[in-house]
């Protein structure tokens, strides 16, 4: 899969942009605040229908615009592909493939898989459990549909269940009855689902932690869930009472976490800097390759100031492995020029470099 050119006007502080893609890597160099990640978040919004760092549409718009619009030219195997997004002001974004507005915007999630490494994954280790799972949602999300929609209706019968329990009027059990049915239905299958994500997911992440680190460190991951031991319908019936005067509900899949550890200890405690980055490198990039197996082809790659804080041996395991052919076209940015260099010089590929400077890109 290819980024062929993007269009950018108006998005963030992006004012206008015309941009050809080398098919291996793009680098963007520039000081801090000049919108190299803006660029990346461009192409992530083109991916995911929203912004990777601001969940607000409008604040995404270029301050004192009124609208801005991101349009991407892709191949995808033999075909190409045209995205399109455009955003007003109070109003709702509009989102097109090859000219036809999508009805749904989750109808286009998974079509242009990508993967970010971003400064702001350091929330996966650190923030909550929700953290943890939306980065398993997201990576299931990108190549199994029934899961993203099992994942709608799951959602949609919690908040149902939970608006019961908060409710000051009594409530009809039959009535709670109905969403926990639903929600045991869509989170048994959501529950399957992670499990044989997770078993497939950490010898990938452990070769290439393994890897960066020169195989000094012992990692892993653990899927928690209230669904391993008893069905989660008997469970919801059981806490029925409690749910009710807490008014919300204390089971289900939306309670799952992925432990994450350095040895025997949780990393988020006693890891370093460097070993909690390469640490979150190495879920995104079996991420990659766990998106490149199921669809078929490379996802994008997106690699955002990721050598801050690594020792020099880390960087260089870094750079052999995006210089080599596992990855497709990889678009990284940097504040200076010392580590794409090293990069350059190991590449075969041909590569461009931008320079951004307040919003501008030059090639
Ligand atoms: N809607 C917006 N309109 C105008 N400017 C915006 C908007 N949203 C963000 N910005 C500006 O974008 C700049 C940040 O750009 P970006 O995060 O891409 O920087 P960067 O080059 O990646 O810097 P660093 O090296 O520090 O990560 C900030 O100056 C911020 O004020």
């Known amino acids: 899969m290819r980024l062929n050119s993007l269009s950018i006007l108006n998005y963030k502080n ?22 190299k990640t803006n660029i990346l978040d461009a192409i992530y919004f083109l991916s995911f229908c929203k912004s990777h760092s601001n969940s607000i549409d409008s604040q995404n718009i270029l301050h004192g615009a009124e609208f801005c619009l991101l349009q991407g030219k892709y191949t995808l195997g033999d075909q190409t592909e045209d995205i399109y997004c455009g955003m007003k002001m109070r109003q709702k974004k509009q989102f097109k493939r ?10 286009h999630i998974g079509l242009l898989p990508l993967v970010l490494v971003s400064p702001d994954d350091s929330e996966l280790i650190q923030g909550g459990s929700e953290e943890r799972r939306k980065f398993i949602d997201g990576v299931i999300s990108q190549y199994n549909k029934t899961y993203l929609n099992n994942l709608l209706q799951y959602n949609n019968a919690l908040k149902q269940r939970n608006a019961l329990l908060k ?8 009535l709670l009855d109905i969403w ?8 048994n299958y959501i529950y399957e689902q ?16 393994s890897y960066i680190s020169v195989g000094n460190e012992q ?11 008893r069905d989660i319908k008997t469970k919801m019936l059981a ?7 807490l008014g919300y509900s204390t089971q289900g899949i939306h309670k799952d976490d992925l432990e994450m550890l350095l040895g025997d200890y949780p990393i988020k405690r006693v890891g370093s800097q460097g070993q909690n980055k390469t640490y979150l490198i190495s879920l995104k990039l079996a ?6 197996r199921t669809h078929n082809l490379s996802p994008l790659l997106l690699l955002d100031d990721i050598f801050d804080k690594l020792d020099s041996v880390r960087v260089k395991k870094i750079i052999e492995l995006v210089s080599g052919d596992t990855f497709g076209q990889i678009f990284i940015t940097d504040t200076n020029r010392e580590h794409l260099d090293l990069l350059l010089l190991q590449l075969e590929q041909d590569a461009t470099i931008f320079t951004v400077e307040n919003g501008e890109i030059s090639c």
């Open 239 to 245: 806490t029925r009472d409690r749910d009710r005067i």
């Open 180 to 187: 926990e049915e639903q929600m045991a239905a869509f989170g």
């Open 14 to 35: 992006i004012r206008e942009a015309e941009l050809v893609f080398s098919p291996n890597i793009n680098c963007f160099i520039g000081n801090n605040g000049m919108g």
């Open 194 to 209: 992670r499990k044989l994500f997770i078993d497939e997911f950490i010898p990938v992440f452990q070769n290439y932690y």
């Open 167 to 174: 409710s000051e009027k009594p409530v009809d059990d039959s």
């Open 219 to 229: 990692i892993s991951l653990s899927y928690h869930s209230q669904h391993h031991d």
């Open 287 to 292: 991420q990659f390759d766990f998106l490149k």
């Open 98 to 107: 090859n000219k036809k507005e999508y009805e749904r915007l989750s109808d």
